[in-house]
């Protein structure tokens, strides 16, 4: 089974592009940061994780988070390799999202939308149908 779930803040604004077909891709990094205490001293990593969300979630994404947003993302983890403008193959892991939980609350220039304070939003990870865990909505948006 390849699933991870994880919970951070965004290090940037979303990246959306889309494909020669029109399907939308969101790329975006999360700060993962673990804390623990060692002989009486408190340690900290923090971790930068590449997260993919395509499709209506992917646009999701890009509408409604910004840099230091709050999120849990829920999808599998993938490695991809291309060729950078010098011909060296480069690697790059990721998560592919399937589903991304918006833990901030709303910013005020957003509160006229909806009375939603978090949503959670899944997408087939490749673009599949986006739907949303209606116990964490208090009212309907057009989506």
Known sequence: MNKV?????????VDVK???????VASFSIAVTEKWTTDGEKKERTDWINITA????????????LKGSKVLVEGKIQTRSYDDKNGVKKYVTEINAQAVEFLSPKRSSEASDSNEDAGRYQGGGGGGPV?????????????
């Open 18 to 24: 889309y494909t020669q077909a029109g399907k939308a």
């Open 54 to 65: 395509w499709g209506k979630l992917g646009e999701l994404c890009g509408q409604y988070l």
């Open 5 to 13: 779930i994880c919970t951070g803040n965004l290090g940037r604004d």
């Open 131 to 143: 739907s949303r865990d209606t116990s964490a909505i208090d009212d309907d948006i057009p989506f």
